[in-house]
């Protein structure tokens, strides 16, 4: 059975990462993320437009988090306090799976950061709220988010998403 209580909200540390939910006060970080032309390309959402855009996500996002409906982490460098990305567990079905979706400030990419976020996030879902199965969908074209699934050992599905077609999906199990 699948323990989904996020009432105190769980803070995941890594060597070089804190994990921890997001706030008003990460706004301009959300902005910079969401409204990034490199990151948006991959992704089926509407751009953020302005700062307000990116804290009423904020606010839906910690709402969905109240209902234990998903859960959703500001990627912190714990040294310097940057944040730079952020990492989530969504779409909880009954059969015991979710999804896991991230995304990095470009900036911050290529430097193993998601590497070590996904890797604490994974090992929470499966050890901790005890899912039996995680999906991932990646657009084909997205290479670096292909690769990293791949170093998990995710596995590419036959089926491809009927609504669109450009998108890859991936499973992992314990």
Same mark, same amino acid.
């Given at each position: 059975?699948?323990?989904?209580?996020? /009432? !105190? *909200?769980?803070?995941? #540390? #890594?060597?070089?990462?804190?994990?921890?939910?997001?706030?008003?006060?990460?706004?301009?970080?959300? *902005? /910079?993320?969401? !409204?990034? #032309?490199? &990151?948006?390309?991959?992704?089926?959402?509407?751009?953020?437009?302005? +700062?307000?855009?990116? &804290?009423? =996500? +904020?606010?839906? +996002?910690?709402?969905?988090?109240?209902?234990?409906?998903? %859960?959703?982490?500001?990627?912190?460098?714990?040294?310097?306090?940057? *944040?730079?990305?952020? &990492?989530?567990? *969504?779409? $909880?079905?009954?059969?015991?799976?979710?999804?896991?979706?991230?995304?990095?400030?470009?900036? $911050?990419? @290529?430097?193993? &950061?998601?590497? @070590?976020?996904?890797?604490?996030? %994974?090992?929470?879902?499966?050890?901790?709220?005890? =899912?039996?199965?995680?999906?991932?969908?990646?657009?084909?074209?997205?290479?670096? !988010?292909?690769?990293?699934?791949?170093?998990?050992? $995710?596995?590419?599905?036959?089926? #491809?998403?009927? @609504?669109?077609?450009?998108?890859? +999906? $991936?499973?992992?199990?314990?």
């Amino acid at each position: 059975m699948v323990n989904r209580s996020f /009432t !105190s *909200f769980p803070i995941l #540390t #890594t060597e070089r990462l804190t994990l921890r939910q997001l706030s008003s006060e990460d706004g301009q970080a959300i *902005f /910079t993320l969401r !409204s990034d #032309t490199e &990151i948006n390309k991959y992704l089926n959402r509407q751009a953020s437009k302005t +700062i307000e855009d990116a &804290i009423n =996500f +904020i606010n839906m +996002i910690n709402d969905a988090i109240k209902k234990n409906d998903s %859960i959703y982490w500001a990627i912190i460098l714990t040294n310097s306090k940057a *944040f730079v990305g952020t &990492i989530c567990l *969504f779409d $909880f079905s009954k059969k015991n799976s979710c999804e896991i979706g991230f995304e990095l400030i470009t900036k $911050f990419q @290529e430097q193993g &950061i998601m590497k @070590e976020a996904a890797q604490v996030v %994974i090992d929470y879902a499966f050890h901790t709220l005890k =899912f039996q199965k995680i999906l991932a969908v990646t657009h084909y074209d997205n290479q670096n !988010s292909t690769k990293l699934l791949t170093k998990f050992n $995710f596995v590419k599905s036959n089926e #491809t998403d009927v @609504e669109n077609p450009d998108l890859n +999906i $991936f499973t992992l199990t314990p």
